[in-house]
């Protein structure tokens, strides 16, 4: 590609962005999602968010990991069963850390 050809890249890139993330902010009132679609919006940040933990948590080494020597598998476990019991967010993230930090030392 040219240095020309790039630019225009990022020029298009910026404007379909700008379009598109502000594109209900310009609309204003005018348009008014359904109430499905708004009740399915809900769950897009928890569904992005599993999109980044999930493959993160069970590949050890580019590999499908799925037993307790996956340190991170295990800090996941650890952590989830610490915050369905104690629904504290600060002490689920310092129970999976600690879990976390003992399995890489000792595994």
């Known amino acids: 590609m040219s240095t020309v050809e790039i630019w225009l890249s990022f020029v298009a890139m910026t404007a379909i962005t700008i379009v598109t993330r502000t594109f209900f902010l310009l609309a204003g009132d005018r348009v008014t999602l359904p109430q499905r679609l708004q009740r399915a919006l809900r769950y897009a940040p928890a569904a992005a968010l599993a999109v980044i933990v999930v493959p993160e948590v069970l590949l050890l080494d580019h590999q499908f990991s799925l037993h307790l020597h996956n340190p991170k598998l295990a800090a996941a476990v650890a952590a989830t069963g610490w915050f369905v019991w104690r629904r504290n967010m600060i002490e689920m993230i310092v129970v999976g ?7 890489r030392l000792f595994l």
Do not use: G, S, W
């Open 97 to 103: 850390m600690a879990v976390y930090t003992l399995c």
